[in-house]
């Protein structure tokens, strides 16, 4: 069974600094999809973020970057230079075929 | 950019009454989904529809909810008898396929319902 492990419930980040959260996975497939959704207080998944298995690169969005270890199953999240609207939850969701699977989710405080 | 409607975005039902979350998804996706998020926990897949039939479901989706997509456009969310522990946000979501093609996996902005 594919699983999602986000070992961080809650960190927090100065403004402009860089904040780094861990995501681990389990599956068996070779071919699947990795996101990192943003949930801010109005509660809207947001996606941030994708990256497929069989891409080496790892994915890049303005200031959203992910380091995807296929071998060690780990995807992790780097925000750079971090603002206030970052503040949210984030979600690392797995998906293979069809439906997405969830990690419990990282509450990302920033400090002005 | 096309969005996945959710209706209504804030329900507060009585215990024991039946209640319809309604989803209008992206007009030309083919797959549809419910998940659920109960406060403070993960997003749970609830089920998935393709070709007017239940594709896949989850442990959470017992005989007390249904799905149906009843004039081509909606697609509705049905727990026949809520429970207090039904209270939570849900999210609709649909896609252009299964698998690949990745892009076009969409999330509505979810109904939070609240049993009292």
């Known amino acids: 069974a594919q699983t999602v492990t986000q070992s961080q419930p809650e960190m927090s980040v100065q403004e402009a600094e860089t904040v780094t959260l861990s995501c681990t996975y389990d599956?068996?497939?070779?071919?699947?999809?990795l996101f990192w959704y943003k949930q801010p207080p109005s509660r809207q998944m947001i996606l941030v973020i994708r990256?497929?298995?069989?891409?080496?690169q790892n994915a890049t969005e303005n200031r959203f970057s992910v380091n995807f270890q296929k071998a060690a199953k780990s995807f992790s999240l780097k925000i750079s230079d971090s603002q206030l609207g970052d503040a949210a939850m984030y979600f690392c969701?797995?998906?293979?075929?069809?439906?997405?699977?969830f990690g419990t989710g990282t509450s990302l405080t920033v400090i002005p | 950019e096309p969005e996945v409607t959710q209706t209504p975005s804030h329900q507060v039902t009585q215990m024991g009454q039946e209640v319809i979350l309604r989803c209008v998804p992206i007009?030309?996706?083919?797959?549809f989904y419910w998940y659920r998020q109960i406060l403070g926990q993960k997003v749970e897949f609830l089920v998935s529809?393709?070709?007017?039939?239940?594709?896949?479901k989850s442990e959470i989706f017992d005989d007390q909810f249904s799905v149906e997509r009843p004039d081509g456009s909606n697609f509705t969310l049905k727990i026949r008898s809520t429970k207090l522990e039904d209270s939570a946000m849900y999210f609709c979501?649909?896609?252009?396929?299964?698998?690949?093609?990745?892009?076009?996996?969409?999330f509505g902005s979810g109904t939070r319902l609240t049993v009292v």
């Open positions: 979501a649909s896609s252009e396929g299964r698998g690949r093609p990745l892009y076009g996996y969409t």
């Open positions: 990256q497929e298995a069989y891409k080496q």
């Open positions: 599956t068996s497939e070779s071919d699947y999809y």
């Open positions: 007009s030309n996706h083919l797959y």
């Open positions: 969701a797995y998906r293979s075929a069809g439906e997405f699977y």
């Open positions: 529809f393709y070709n007017n039939e239940i594709s896949e």
